[in-house]
């Protein structure tokens, strides 16, 4: 299993996102897929989650109504989208699948500031 994210920058409150996973070694479309955070000096928390399909979606409620997460099974490939970020939106980013059982990736630093 690979688990390579994208995407993240420095950007204004009030900005936006995209995030990118881009998963090999495995049926990308057999597997709920989410993401997840780490904020500094916080531990990994979990942000979204969405079904093989990609019908059914789950956010914490700190990103509902701003965060949309997808996926391109014929890419292997996860995604979030990040509207009215925040400043406690500010953390690294990471893909896995739902219980975070495989091994992380690098991680994509998004940043929140004016």
């Known amino acids: 299993v ?3 994210e994208s ?5 204004q409150p009030g900005g936006s996102l995209r995030l990118s996973c881009s998963a090999s070694g495995f049926t990308f479309s057999s ?3 989410s993401w997840y955070r780490q904020a500094p000096g916080k ?3 979990y942000v979204a989650g969405i079904n093989g399909a990609g019908g059914i979606t789950d956010y914490v409620d700190s990103v ?3 965060f ?3 996926r391109d099974n014929a890419k292997n490939t996860l995604y979030l989208q990040m509207n009215r970020l925040k400043s406690e939106d500010t953390a690294v980013y990471y893909c896995n699948n739902v219980g975070g059982s495989w091994s992380w990736g690098q991680g ?3 940043t ?3």
Not at 7 to 11: I, R, T
């Open 2 to 4: 690979q688990l390579v």
């Open 108 to 110: 994509t630093q998004v």
């Open 31 to 33: 597997y709920a897929m």
């Open 112 to 114: 929140v500031s004016s």
């Open 64 to 66: 509902k109504g701003r």
């Open 7 to 11: 995407g993240g920058g420095l950007v």
């Open 68 to 70: 949309t997460i997808s």
């Open 43 to 45: 531990e990994r928390a």
